[in-house]
DNA sequence: CCCTGATTCGC
DNA sequence: GCGAATCAGG
């Protein structure tokens, strides 16, 4: 693959959109990440820094600065907002408080999308699958919320509102939002749900 | 571990 | 110019 006209421009498009090389990378396809940060480097596009770029400022000692620079007149020359379409997403799962948001808005934002698991409300699922979900819960990573990642698995265990409260963490499948036991329960094929005799 | 971008350097 | 390997964080 070469970089023809289209596929500068899709590059230069999604790294102004704030995507990350990898998924450039993907979308252009024939490419891996590293080729599309090597080409954002050529291109000197590489950090969105408000004009200008200076930057190098090797390691220069700081020469002692004494007086610890009192002045300090303006330093926010950057108001622009940038109308980034981030999609911020919806509180997937409503853990309540808990989550902060230690992630910087801008980029990436875990996929996720997802819908979370009911959560082991009324269902009635295999037996089978329930003990070895349990059994599996065992050996969950007990992640937190910002631990997930597109490859573990996101069921969360527990009461948001406690202590007590983490996701799976164990490597999902690919594809699936869960690892291969939670997948098991949570996406049935629509036959258990027979309603139970009344 | 997974992921980021940044740099280097042989091609 | 290109991008794998490597580096340097998170």
Same mark, same amino acid.
């Given at each position: 693959?070469?970089?023809?006209?289209? /596929?500068?421009?899709?590059?230069?498009?999604?790294?102004?959109?704030?995507?990350?090389?990898?998924?450039?990378? #993907?979308?252009?396809?024939?490419?891996?990440?590293?080729?599309?940060?090597?080409?954002?480097?050529?291109?000197?596009?590489?950090?969105?820094?408000?004009?200008?770029?200076?930057?190098?400022?090797?390691?220069? #000692?700081?020469?002692?600065?004494?007086? !610890?620079?009192?002045?300090?007149?303006?330093?926010?020359?950057?108001? #622009?907002?940038?109308?980034?379409?981030?999609?911020?997403?919806?509180? !997937?799962?409503?853990?309540?408080?808990?989550?902060?948001?230690?992630?910087?808005?801008?980029?990436?934002?875990?996929?996720?999308?997802?819908?979370?698991?009911?959560?082991?409300? !009324?269902?009635?699922?295999?037996?089978? !699958?329930?003990?070895?979900?349990?059994?599996?819960?065992?050996?969950?990573?007990?992640?937190?919320?910002?631990?997930?990642?597109? /490859?573990?698995?996101?069921?969360?265990?527990?009461?948001?509102?406690?202590?007590?409260?983490?996701?799976?963490?164990?490597?999902?499948?690919?594809?699936?939002?869960?690892?291969?036991?939670?997948?098991?329960?949570?996406?049935?094929?629509?036959?258990?749900?027979?309603?139970? /005799?009344?």
């Amino acid at each position: 693959m070469s970089w023809t006209d289209e /596929r500068v421009e899709l590059l230069k498009k999604m790294w102004g959109e704030g995507q990350s090389a990898s998924q450039i990378a #993907k979308e252009l396809g024939g490419v891996t990440r590293n080729a599309v940060i090597g080409k954002v480097h050529r291109l000197g596009l590489s950090n969105r820094n408000s004009g200008g770029a200076k930057a190098a400022e090797p390691k220069e #000692k700081p020469a002692a600065a004494p007086a !610890a620079a009192a002045p300090k007149p303006a330093a926010a020359p950057k108001p #622009k907002p940038q109308p980034k379409t981030e999609p911020a997403r919806p509180a !997937a799962a409503q853990p309540a408080a808990d989550a902060k948001p230690a992630t910087p808005a801008r980029r990436q934002i875990i996929p996720a999308g997802q819908p979370l698991p009911p959560q082991p409300s !009324a269902n009635e699922i295999s037996p089978e !699958a329930l003990a070895k979900v349990n059994e599996v819960e065992k050996k969950a990573k007990k992640l937190g919320l910002m631990e997930l990642t597109e /490859r573990t698995c996101k069921w969360p265990v527990g009461d948001p509102a406690t202590e007590d409260f983490w996701f799976c963490g164990l490597p999902a499948q690919q594809g699936k939002p869960y690892c291969e036991a939670h997948v098991g329960v949570a996406f049935q094929p629509m036959s258990s749900r027979r309603d139970r /005799r009344r």
